[in-house]
């Protein structure tokens, strides 16, 4: 009985966990006592489900208890401050009936831990910890921080929201798209975080919520598009990496490991995302990728489509991987041209082992090989910096006639 | 909710008679009706210029005065809005609005806080 009943509460904690908190901090307006409220009522459960039994409705059992326990705080907090006259709390938390009527208040949440008026990296790192239920402690080792310094961060995020106003709901229509923008930015920033690694829970996660945020918003073209470029990203992770984790580029791998359940996944998405017309950032990267995939390449259509990119949304990133696509196109000495007129990217390790390769092509050996060996001083990822050690080695041993460093510059 | 918009490096402000001076004008106070239109508008001012400027200490009891600005920074507070919004949100898309940031100002927003027992206050 004990353990049917504390594998009820795991079980309801783990499959609405996200659900659980989004409606509390609605019902609550504050992250932290939404966090401890629920924390409070799972234990509650631990303890009492098994005497009495698994109540008919455990989700609902969870947020009353969660949202009475927050209640009782509220008031002592308010009591102990001074006999003073205070507004019953009661007046400013949702009732039990609202509560549990809510609905689903995901999107509010992942709107909210996407709020441009937080620091950008508490963002992704809040985005982690209350929508995907990463600890702070997986969160730091991925951003590679002291898990204090990651605490605070997250405390700093949630006490901004409480305190500024930074209402819990999904942005009015004239807001939405710029605030869209924000939380796919979040999410592929989370997913490309774990495209350097061969560890596939952080590019699952991101998919994870991708697919949510694209479920909950069907008439986004841009979700799904953010969906499909993630898909067709990951299609190809078991052959980015050999067994012993060393790099393996684009024209390298081996195809056969590519999943091509993921590839037909992210194609349709595609489609339906360009079904709407005029394709934003997203569904233009989609494109992208989904070229990458096809046998060969269609290099001249990869750089037209850049070329697309830098009209809507141009970064110095996507001038570099129009100036590599170009370079397929018109050959090395076009895209080397480009590459040197791009400003703001000198500390970016792939322009260098971009502008390496052309180098390479043109024969140009020894500011070849010292720009692979800027590239190597800069890049932070171990498997980088080995793939571009090795590059470096064998050009100083002898002029290979290898591929490019395409898939454009991964 | 209350939240105060301090406008920072607005000090070169045209002056009455200068070229701009209506245009500017005729947004700033368009920019008001439009608070108050949302029901937001409480209060807001220009300062004079930071050479006005005074700064008091009290050390030992005693007042220390200081002329200038408290931070010798080369961004100085130059002006204030005091508005009721929403949210955060509202706040924010309000400060886009402010035309002292579309000549190069700088808003920081700020909501006003509570203090339970005190006497005074908008809030």
Redesign the interface.
């Known amino acids: 009985m004990s353990d049917l009943a504390s594998a009820a509460v795991e079980q309801v904690y783990r499959q609405h966990r996200t659900r659980m908190l989004a409606a509390l901090v609605r019902a609550l307006g504050d992250f932290e006592l939404a966090e401890d409220a629920l924390q409070e009522a799972c234990s509650q459960a631990l303890r009492k489900w098994p005497r009495s039994q698994v109540p008919d409705d455990p989700f609902a059992w969870l947020l009353t208890v969660a949202r009475n326990h927050a209640l009782d705080r509220l008031r002592h907090a308010r009591m102990a401050?001074?006999k003073?006259p205070?507004p019953p709390p009661e007046t400013t938390v949702m009732s039990e009936k609202q509560l549990v009527d809510l609905g689903d208040e995901r999107l509010s949440l992942i709107f909210t831990c996407c709020?441009?008026?937080l620091a950008e990296d508490a963002r992704s790192a809040l985005t982690l910890q209350a929508v995907a239920g990463f600890t702070a402690a997986q969160i730091a080792r991925t951003f590679l921080v002291a898990e204090t310094a990651l605490a605070q961060r997250l405390v700093r995020a949630k006490r901004k929201i409480r305190?500024?106003?930074?209402?819990f709901e999904v942005?009015?229509d004239h807001?939405l798209p710029e605030r869209l923008r924000g939380v796919l930015g979040v999410l592929y920033l989370i997913f490309t975080r774990g495209y350097t690694v061969p560890d596939a829970s952080l590019r699952q996660e991101a998919l994870r919520l991708g697919k949510l945020v694209a479920a909950l918003m069907p008439d986004e073209p841009e979700a799904h598009g953010l969906v499909a470029l993630m898909l067709l990203h990951d299609s190809r992770s078991a052959a980015r990496f050999t067994s012993d984790g060393e790099l393996v580029l684009l024209d390298d791998q081996d195809r056969s490991l590519w999943n091509t359940g993921e590839i037909a996944e992210g194609m349709a998405l595609l489609d339906r995302a360009l079904r709407f017309g005029s394709p934003g950032p997203y569904v233009l990267h989609a494109v992208i990728a989904a070229l990458h995939v096809q046998d060969p390449v269609d290099w001249s259509r990869v750089a037209a489509l850049y070329a697309e990119l830098l009209a809507v949304a141009p970064t110095p990133v996507v001038e570099l991987n129009h100036a590599v696509a170009v370079a397929m196109v018109d050959g090395p000495e076009a895209g080397l041209a480009l590459i040197d007129g791009i400003a703001g990217l000198d500390s970016y390790h792939l322009l260098h082992s971009a502008r390496a390769d052309l180098l390479r092509r043109l024969d140009r050996r020894p500011e070849a090989v010292a720009a692979y060996r800027l590239a190597h001083d800069l890049a932070v990822s171990p498997a980088d910096r080995r793939f571009l050690a090795g590059r470096m080695r064998s050009l100083e041993a002898k002029c290979h006639n290898d591929s490019p460093g395409a898939e454009n510059l991964r | 909710m209350h939240y105060m918009f301090l406008i920072y490096n607005c000090e070169d402000r045209p002056q009455h008679g200068d070229q701009r001076f209506e245009e500017i004008l005729t947004r700033v106070n368009a920019f008001a009706d439009e608070c108050r239109r949302r029901g937001a508008f409480v209060a807001g001012d220009p300062l004079k210029p930071v050479s006005t400027a005074t700064t008091v200490r009290v050390r030992d009891g005693k007042p220390v005065l200081t002329d200038g600005p408290f931070a010798e920074t080369h961004e100085h507070l130059g002006g204030y809005y005091l508005l009721n919004c929403r949210d955060l949100d509202e706040a924010l898309e309000l400060a886009e609005m402010v035309p002292q940031a579309h000549y190069g100002a700088t808003i920081e927003v700020r909501p006003v806080d509570h203090i339970p027992g005190l006497n005074h206050g908008v809030a």
């Open positions: 401050r001074a003073l205070a709020h441009p008026a305190d500024a106003g930074i209402t942005p009015a807001l």
